[in-house]
């Protein structure tokens, strides 16, 4: 393909190769300024929304996604892109988000991360799709072991080891949750709490993707034992 390329340059005649080269370094400038300002444009939204830009992944998130391999054939260099900061209802929540390209430069998807410490200890869960299923089994054998009991809830392996605890997670409001965002991941590990979904660009959506991380939160809280809960309140 490239010997055909350059042997149809060489024949062009000389001011076409000035128009050719002109034409593709103003194409490859223009895309270039428009990614640019794409990404401008969510930092942007992302201030408005108390979030902050920050140009390296939070070493801990990094470790849980690396080790989930999460969504196959992604890779998550280290220099990543990534806004940063607090929500107001919850002041340990934090989001990350991964920026990569995806085909084409303006095709771009990204992988949006939120995560959280909570001060009660909740069970060691595991939820990924059943698209990347193999991450459970390749888990056997390490540290971060999950597998006990583990579900399939429509298109998602579940895998925890508090029985009770899962199903009443299970029981509540998570099942309809996971449909309305079929690309989750969600990693429960030394009271931290990870949800990562591959979502399209849409700047508009930050605050919707926040209140999402949020209403998952709720949700695992809310699994938790209701008479402890009742009795460290007291």
Request: proline letters at 6%; charged letters at 25%.
């Amino acid at each position: 393909m490239l010997a055909f390329f350059f042997g149809f340059y060489d024949q062009i005649n000389w001011p076409f190769h000035y128009f050719f080269t002109a034409f593709f370094l103003v194409a490859a400038a223009l895309f270039w300024w428009l990614d640019r300002k794409r990404g401008g444009d969510f930092r942007t939204e992302a201030q408005k929304l108390g979030l902050s830009y920050r140009a390296t992944f939070d070493p801990g998130l990094s470790e849980s996604l690396r080790g989930l391999r999460l969504l196959a054939n992604t890779t998550i260099p280290e220099d990543t892109s990534m806004v940063v900061g607090e929500v107001e209802e919850h002041p340990s929540a934090m989001f990350d988000v991964n920026f990569r390209a995806n085909g084409p430069t303006l095709a771009r998807r990204f992988l949006l991360c939120f995560t959280t410490r909570v001060p009660e200890r909740l069970p060691e869960l595991l939820v990924v799709p059943e698209s990347i299923d193999d991450t459970i089994r390749d888990m056997v054998g390490r540290e971060r072991l999950y597998v006990a009991n583990d579900w399939v809830n429509g298109h998602f392996r579940v895998a925890c080891r508090d029985r009770e605890f899962i199903d009443r997670l299970m029981s509540g409001e998570m099942p309809a949750f996971l449909q309305r965002h079929p690309t989750s991941v969600i990693e429960v590990r030394d009271r931290r709490i990870l949800l990562a979904r591959e979502v399209p660009f849409q700047p508009q959506t930050l605050a919707a993707d926040m209140d999402a991380g949020v209403q998952m939160v709720g949700l695992l809280k809310g699994a938790l034992d209701p008479p402890q809960r009742s009795a460290k309140k007291r």
